[in-house]
């Protein structure tokens, strides 16, 4: 029922769109829905909002951007704002992560194996949805499938472009090693990129603080006593 009603309201290509969204939410996030079953709750929830609105609230002129406002806030903070969550997580897992996996394939071992070893040295979200890859290639998948399927369930670009590399360099038969170094040199410049970026934020988040707080504050203590005389 909600899988007919959902597809007569939405494009199939908007609900594929959506589920690939859902499928790189990962398993630690707590919601249990699919594509169908969200885009039907949130048509659902905003009429039912629309509805009340109508019925107890009296400025008609609003109702139409309240409900927008919720429309488009039920997606930002069910998935946009979960999966920049988990892109950020994942990012600050890739260093240590791809290190060790680089380290373990210089030690001697393939890919494969050193997936195995990396995976069991490390408890984080990264490694679970390689443990998930390495679980397919047990029944059956080939190494080149996980980790196309993996590719699909990352959202951090990063992640995606050594998942790339890495399928490449198992097709052309190109050194492992020298591509993983290469990533994992990236991954490192990266990371100080990124804290840089976060260092240069400082002063404008300072700025925001000064103007809300401390202003206001100095100007009250400069003209509290022109106040009180007034009074």
């Known amino acids: 029922m909600i899988s007919i009603i959902t597809r007569k309201i939405y494009r199939s290509k908007d609900i594929e769109n959506i589920q690939s969204k859902i499928n790189m939410l990962g398993d630690n ?33 609003l109702i139409p951007f309240i409900v927008v406002i919720y429309y488009n806030l039920f997606y930002y903070v069910l998935i946009t704002n979960k999966l920049n969550k988990r892109v950020k997580k994942l990012d600050d897992e890739a260093l240590t992560f791809f290190s060790i996996l680089t380290l373990t394939l210089e030690s001697g071992k393939n890919l494969e194996n050193a997936l195995e070893v990396t995976c069991d040295s490390l408890d984080s979200e ?21 980790l196309q399927d993996l590719k699909k369930r990352i959202p951090s670009e990063a992640i995606d472009n050594i998942i790339l590399n ?45 103007v809300i707080f401390i202003i206001p504050l100095i100007l009250l203590i400069v003209l509290g006593p022109f106040i009180i005389e007034l009074l």
């Open 166 to 210: 890495m399928l490449e360099t198992n097709i052309f038969g190109n050194s492992i090693i020298e591509t993983m170094n290469s990533q994992v040199d990236y991954l490192r410049e990266k990371q100080i990129m990124d804290i840089k970026g976060e260092i240069n934020k400082i002063p404008n988040k300072v700025s925001i603080i000064s």
């Open 29 to 61: 996030t707590g919601l249990k829905f699919n594509a169908e079953e969200f885009l039907f709750t949130r048509i659902v929830t905003t009429i039912l909002l629309s509805v009340m609105l109508i019925f107890f609230y009296n400025k008609y002129i």
């Open 126 to 146: 990264l490694s679970k949805e390689f443990k998930k890859s390495l679980l397919e290639m047990k029944f059956g998948r080939t190494l080149m499938e996980a």
